[in-house]
Nanobody, 126 residues
């Protein structure tokens, strides 16, 4: 199983950016997916989670710091989950990690997720 993040880079305050997490070796529709981030000198934190696609209703959870700015769409036909980020600010600078778990995704459960990617760096300049 592999999760590969991409789309990171250097952007400016107020810009938008879309991160991608391409999965292989698993049927992503049966997995809860999440994005987590770790800023320099800080602990890793949850950003957004989306429930698996095997139920009628798909739900999402977003951290307070990104509500209204970030969304986490999933495309199970492409086995890819995205993190769409708008109105970025320097506090969003971090390495962003993607994770997958068949049971659940909660913002505080990165270490409990079955599969995790290696991350992609996003730097937001002021």
């Amino acid at each position: 199983v592999q999760l590969v993040e991409s789309g990171g880079g250097l952007v400016h305050r107020g810009d938008s950016l879309r991160l991608s997490c391409a999965t292989s070796g698993l049927a992503m529709r049966y997995y809860h997916m999440g994005w987590f981030r770790q800023a320099p000198g800080k602990e890793r934190e949850g950003v957004s989670c989306i429930s698996d696609a095997d139920h009628e209703t798909i739900t999402t959870i977003d951290a307070d710091s990104v509500k209204g700015r970030f969304t986490i769409p999933r495309d199970d036909a492409k086995n890819t989950v995205y993190l769409e980020k708008n109105n970025l600010n320097p506090e969003d600078t971090a390495v962003y990690y993607c994770a997958a778990d068949p049971k659940s995704c909660l913002l505080g459960t990165y270490d409990d997720m079955d599969y995790r990617g290696k991350g992609t760096l996003v730097t937001v300049s002021s």
